[in-house]
């Protein structure tokens, strides 16, 4: 079976009311202006592209939802603005932030949080996992074969109060990220 849709938010959006206020609406009357607005949008980076070539990069570029590929809930998924834009312009999803790693608390304070927790986007996530601590100069801090981090370095000693930079890679993918140490 071909689903030749696409879905755009339309449950619970944030507008203006008849009495000078904002409220909580529900239904296409809501979605369907979004779907327009990007198809302008694309329309206007790339104004020779024909309807199609405009359709195609909104499903190409949509969030899939539901079961993997097309289904009947959701069509080929929801809009998803950055990346239609991005396909259109570049001709490619894909962008510098798409691979950012989190450390989390940040800022990080070993003597109260004990460790600091290392993310990757859930496209990168894979076995086979080193991070890379280093200073904001690019000296290595601390190699690890985990997520975590307790604030010392190669030697055991407390790193010193500052920004690092650590570099996550997986079996898939790397991502890099920033966090402050304070002591």
């Known amino acids: 079976m071909i689903f030749k849709g696409i879905t755009a938010p339309g449950v619970g959006l944030y507008t203006t009311d008849i009495h000078n206020g904002y409220a909580s609406a529900t ?10 607005g990007l198809a302008a949008l694309v329309w206007s980076a790339k104004p020779t592209f024909t ?16 079961g993997i590929g097309p289904d009947r809930d959701f069509g080929f998924g929801r809009i998803n603005a950055l990346k239609a834009l991005r396909l259109a312009v570049t001709g490619t999803k894909q962008f510098a932030g798409t691979n950012k790693a989190v450390a ?14 290392f993310t990757v986007p859930e496209s990168i996530s894979a076995s086979d996992v080193e991070v890379k601590v280093y200073t904001s100069e690019g000296e290595l801090v601390k190699k690890l074969d ?38």
């Open 27 to 36: 239904g296409t009357s809501f979605s369907s202006p979004m779907a327009a």
């Open 146 to 183: 985990s997520l975590s981090w307790d604030g010392r370095n190669e030697a055991g000693v407390p790193a010193a109060s500052g920004v690092y930079i650590f570099r996550v890679k997986t079996a898939k993918d790397a991502a890099v990220g920033k966090f402050a140490l304070l002591k």
């Open 51 to 66: 309807r199609t070539q405009v359709f195609d990069v909104i499903k190409n570029s949509a969030d899939d939802l539901g």
């Open 104 to 117: 989390y608390p940040n800022p990080f304070n070993p003597k109260t949080q004990r460790r600091v927790t």
